[in-house]
């Protein structure tokens, strides 16, 4: 049983940076996938980046790339989500998930937070 919460969304202009936190209950078992998925009015939930507690493997979408990056903290529970160069298009309810699946599709995952609404004005 894991209980997840994000923090850290606000409203930005395009170019800046904001981290995301994701905070689990407990201790996390290092099989856990972790991942960020967002969600923008009247779109599907879309796979943001993922990060391998056992071995610390990530992945990103390709939308992302080069301006996202996913990190833990293992004494903290704790995974991040480091956005820079934020663009209008990254305007989305951002969620964090866990599962033991390693999978972009956001169905599989049995965990999720409540998220956390990012806002990039241009």
């Known amino acids: 049983q894991v209980q997840l919460v994000e923090s850290g969304g606000g409203l930005v202009q395009a170019g800046d940076s904001l981290r995301l936190s994701c905070a689990a209950s407990?201790?996390?078992?290092?099989?856990?996938?972790m991942s960020w998925f967002r969600q923008a009015p009247g779109k599907e939930r879309d796979f943001v980046a993922a990060?391998?507690?056992?071995?610390?493997?990530?992945t990103y979408a390709d939308s992302v790339k080069g301006r996202f990056t996913v990190s833990r903290d293992n004494a903290k529970n704790t995974m991040y989500l480091q956005m820079n160069s934020l663009k209008p298009e990254d305007t989305a309810l951002y969620y964090c998930?866990?599962?033991?699946?390693?999978?972009?599709?956001?169905?599989?995952?049995?965990?999720w937070g409540q998220g956390t609404q990012v806002t990039v004005s241009s």
């Open positions: 998930a866990a599962g033991f699946v390693t999978t972009q599709v956001a169905h599989l995952y049995r965990y």
């Open positions: 407990g201790r996390t078992f290092s099989s856990y996938v």
């Open positions: 990060i391998n507690w056992s071995g610390g493997s990530t």
